[in-house]
């Protein structure tokens, strides 16, 4: 950490970089010098390779300790924020304890995370059983992420290697209402984390952070619904097995689809894109059903 004088404050403000899953602070910490400037306080807490594996709460606590130091050391300071996949989970459980921080915030930078819950996390415990990561991973943070963002300028950068996912996080996990959305084609997830056009992204943001409009279109809405059902979010690989299930009137489309298993699958499309991919665990198939015949 950098230190500068008391006197010297007018362009300086505390840059918080966190590290995922699966991770260390060495990779991370290299986009600071695309993004800080001489006069930046720059914390990227390494939390330890091993603990990323077991459970998020001692990660936060953590963070939450380094951030509050930090207000001791410099309380004028603004802080910018960027997190990778968990790490950028952390920071919305950080700011969820601690509303009181956020009129300190320039902006906060969401890189790969699974906002909505990963499919990966779900995937390895579906009920939520044991105390481990994959169980803090799959849990749906839209409701906290979205109403950070009403309130703090938000950015969220995905990668797109084809099929609407960066290999590891489907990008619909990666989005919610009030938030600015950059995808970054032919980025993998781990390339994310500090690669010169996630850099480039998050400087032009800077220049003019702004709170994000709230789409109204017809997708739009037909995906707020779906998504306050908490399904998992999940690639479009299976879309072409899609069959239509209802079509509005400006040509947004609803797909369904059952897999062997018989787990329902919904997409969402417009025109050619298929914007929103999601499966129903099995203890939400009747609550879906129910949902689909209510559909206006």
């Not at 819950?117 to 939520?128: A, H, I, K, M, T």
Request: charged share 15%.
């Amino acid at each position: 950490m950098s230190v500068i004088p008391e006197n010297d404050l007018s362009a300086a403000y505390t840059l918080f970089l966190q590290h995922g899953w699966a991770d260390t602070s060495r990779d991370i910490s290299y986009l600071s010098r695309s993004l800080a400037n001489a006069k930046t306080i720059t914390h990227a807490p390494d939390l330890g390779l091993i603990d990323t594996w077991l459970t998020i709460a001692p990660l936060i606590t953590k963070v939450e300790e380094i951030a509050a130091t930090a207000i001791a050391t410099y309380p004028d300071l603004p802080w910018r924020i960027v997190g990778h996949s968990m790490g950028g989970l952390i920071w919305l459980e950080v700011l969820h304890r601690h509303p009181e921080w956020l009129h300190k915030i320039h902006s906060l930078v969401l890189v790969a995370s699974p906002v909505g819950g990963s499919d990966l996390g779900r995937l390895f415990d579906p009920w939520g059983w044991f105390p481990l990561i994959a169980r803090d991973l799959g849990k749906n943070r839209r409701p906290i992420a979205e109403a950070i963002a009403s309130q703090v300028p938000t950015l969220s950068i995905v990668g797109d290697i084809g099929n609407n996912t960066d290999g590891t996080v489907p990008i619909g996990c990666s989005q919610f209402v009030h938030a600015n959305f950059v995808r970054l084609n032919n980025l993998r997830h781990a390339t994310l984390k500090n690669h010169p056009q996630v850099a480039q992204a998050i400087q032009q943001f800077w220049q003019n952070p702004q709170i994000a409009d709230t789409s109204t279109d017809t997708a739009s809405l037909l995906i707020a619904k779906l998504r306050s059902l908490d399904l998992t979010e999940i690639d479009n690989q299976n879309f072409k097995n899609a069959q239509i299930y209802k079509t509005y009137s400006d040509g947004t489309k609803l797909w369904t689809w059952k897999n062997p298993l018989q787990v329902t699958h919904l997409y969402v499309s417009s025109g050619q894109k298929c914007l929103y991919s999601a499966y129903a665990s099995w203890q939400s198939q009747y609550k879906v059903a129910i949902a689909l015949a209510n559909l206006k």
